[in-house]
T-cell receptor, first 119, second 112 residues
Framework: DAGVIQSPRHEVTEMGQEVTLRCKPI?????LFWYRQTMMRGLELLIY????????DSGMPEDRFSAKMPNASFSTLKIQPSEPRDSAVYFC?????????????????FGEGSRLTVL | LAKTTQPISMDSYEGQEVNITCSHN???????ITWYQQFPSQGPRFIIQ???TKVTNEVASLFIPADRKSSTLSLPRVSLSDTAVYYC?????????????FGTGTRLKVLA
């Protein structure tokens, strides 16, 4: 398997523009997670899905952020409008263990990340 | 939700054994302990996972005492390529689901 695939790897945009980040999870994985990483705040969990259904989006910083998972093989994270403070590396991860499992026995498989710079 | 505490940074020399300890006083009965490694410009990578006692794989060992309030990742004979950030992750069950919350991690620097 190719692993979790994210695109674009790098994105530079201007403040106010819409940004869409994409993720293809590992085939057969039930859960998908979006994280944001910055030097100041570390790895922050933004939202996660179980079988394509959003379970918890309490980590999404503002209404400018939205995420969708229209099918088991694709997810997007959208920022509209973008701001300079959104500059970060955004990671997508998938897991073969459903987040609704009674015991946490799974591991997360991360993509290479999308580095976003908002000018 | 179990909170984890790790040292911010550690230095070591090539060939030495490195032990990184993580505290997780509020670990729940169903929680496993997982360690990840992250290199610059890459996503975190799974290293090892355990529930209690000792787990060993080809990369590392994980020691978990009986009370499970802490865990120690042991890297035998580190090399320069082991320079990375190491995260301890304890699966947190909240509202019937699990959330994977990463702590600040330990920045390990291996010196020649």
């Amino acid at each position: 398997d190719a692993g979790v695939i994210q695109s674009p790897r790098h994105e530079v945009t201007e403040m106010g523009q819409e940004v869409t980040l994409r993720c293809k999870p590992i085939s057969g994985h039930n859960s998908l997670f979006w994280y944001r990483q910055t030097m100041m705040r570390g790895l922050e969990l933004l939202i996660y899905f179980n079988n394509n259904v959003p379970i918890d989006d309490s980590g999404m910083p503002e209404d400018r952020f939205s995420a969708k998972m229209p099918n088991a093989s694709f997810s997007t994270l959208k920022i509209q409008p973008s701001e300079p403070r959104d500059s970060a590396v955004y990671f997508c991860a998938s897991s073969p263990v459903p987040v609704l499992a009674t015991a946490n026995t799974g591991e997360l498989f991360f993509g290479e990340g999308s580095r976003l710079t908002v000018l | 939700l179990a909170k984890t505490t790790q040292p911010i940074s550690m230095d070591s020399y090539e060939g030495q054994e490195v032990n990184i300890t993580c505290s997780h006083n509020n670990i729940a009965t169903n929680d496993y302990i997982t360690w990840y490694q992250q290199f610059p410009s890459q996503g975190p990578r799974f290293i090892i996972q355990g529930y209690k006692t000792k787990v060993t794989n080809e990369v590392a060992s994980l020691f978990i005492p009986a009370d499970r309030k802490s865990s120690t990742l042991s890297l035998p004979r580190v090399s320069l390529s082991d320079t990375a950030v190491y995260y301890c992750l304890v699966g947190g069950r909240t509202s019937g689901t699990y959330k994977y919350i990463f702590g600040t991690g330990t920045r390990l620097k291996v010196l020649a």
